[in-house]
């Protein structure tokens, strides 16, 4: 009996792996750890590993490079997330550290990953994402990101807004590894301080398949056509 007693408490001691992806909308922190500057990202993030042990609540600007959970008062706070949506009550932001691109400091790339198994009838996997060159891999295999299509997001303040889409198929039934690294480190840019923050939120697995290549086209140009009048808003006609 003392055996088994030993086993069961072992086994509650021992941390999960696969099973079903947890916490994909970062909805489910430890409601004991919020409203502090900073926590173990267990209490912060159930499910997902991170950069750094620890992970920000709402301090989106002052360590870069570290994940944190915001609410709506960080979206207030920072100028960079004001027309971004939040689903739900959490969303997980991270601020590229500068440093990075100065030789010869030469640091990871912030991330987050959780190992669990893609749902049989998964098809892709949807989310919403602000920032640039995100990496997505799963099982260690990097795989493409493509732009999907607008979607409600049940935000009264920025109601509709941008999803992205990866093909899971290959994977479906499967317990893999899946990883968000966030590599462009010159997102962030000293003169626009706070900083432009790299957005991850409503992950979610779906039946739908990745879009089709004519679809994927449509949609890729208008993405562009968006990028590129939100980079240009200075410009102020031709040049003569």
């Given at each position: 009996m003392?055996?088994?007693?030993?086993?069961?408490?072992?086994?509650?001691?021992?941390?999960a792996?696969?099973?079903?992806?947890?916490?994909?909308?970062?909805e489910?922190?430890d409601p004991?750890a919020?409203g502090?500057?900073?926590?173990n990202?267990?209490?912060?993030l159930?499910?997902?590993d991170?950069y750094?042990?620890v992970?920000?609540?709402n301090?989106?600007?002052?360590?870069?490079?570290?994940?944190?959970?915001?609410?709506?008062?960080?979206r207030s706070?920072?100028y960079?997330?004001?027309?971004?949506?939040?689903?739900?009550?959490?969303?997980?932001g991270v601020?590229p550290?500068a440093?990075r691109?100065?030789?010869?400091i030469?640091l990871?790339?912030?991330?987050?990953?959780?190992?669990?198994?893609?749902?049989?009838?998964a098809?892709?996997?949807?989310?919403?994402?602000?920032?640039e060159d995100?990496?997505v891999s799963?099982g260690?295999?990097?795989?493409?990101?493509?732009?999907?299509?607008?979607r409600?997001?049940?935000?009264?303040?920025?109601?509709?807004h941008?999803?992205?889409t990866?093909n899971v198929e290959?994977?479906?039934?499967?317990?893999v590894?899946?990883?968000?690294?966030?590599r462009a480190?010159?997102?962030?840019?000293?003169?626009?301080?706070?900083?432009?923050?790299h957005?991850?939120?409503?992950l979610?697995?779906s039946a739908i398949?990745?879009?089709?290549?004519?679809w994927?086209?449509?949609a890729?140009?208008?993405?562009?056509?968006?990028r590129?009048?939100?980079?240009?808003?200075?410009?102020?006609?031709p040049?003569?």
């Amino acid at each position: 009996m003392q055996v088994a007693w030993k086993a069961l408490t072992l086994a509650a001691a021992l941390p999960a792996f696969g099973g079903e992806f947890i916490n994909l909308g970062f909805e489910d922190p430890d409601p004991r750890a919020i409203g502090y500057p900073y926590a173990n990202e267990k209490s912060l993030l159930p499910g997902w590993d991170t950069y750094f042990d620890v992970v920000g609540y709402n301090n989106l600007t002052q360590v870069f490079g570290l994940t944190v959970l915001f609410d709506d008062i960080g979206r207030s706070r920072n100028y960079d997330l004001k027309d971004l949506p939040l689903v739900g009550q959490f969303g997980l932001g991270v601020v590229p550290d500068a440093a990075r691109t100065y030789p010869p400091i030469q640091l990871p790339a912030p991330y987050v990953q959780q190992r669990g198994t893609v749902p049989a009838d998964a098809k892709g996997l949807f989310f919403l994402w602000q920032g640039e060159d995100l990496r997505v891999s799963l099982g260690g295999q990097q795989v493409p990101v493509y732009p999907w299509e607008q979607r409600l997001t049940a935000d009264p303040r920025v109601p509709v807004h941008n999803y992205y889409t990866v093909n899971v198929e290959p994977w479906a039934g499967q317990e893999v590894m899946l990883r968000f690294e966030f590599r462009a480190f010159e997102y962030h840019a000293f003169p626009d301080w706070p900083g432009h923050v790299h957005v991850l939120d409503d992950l979610h697995f779906s039946a739908i398949p990745e879009p089709a290549p004519r679809w994927l086209l449509l949609a890729g140009l208008w993405w562009l056509a968006w990028r590129c009048r939100r980079t240009q808003p200075w410009s102020t006609g031709p040049d003569r």
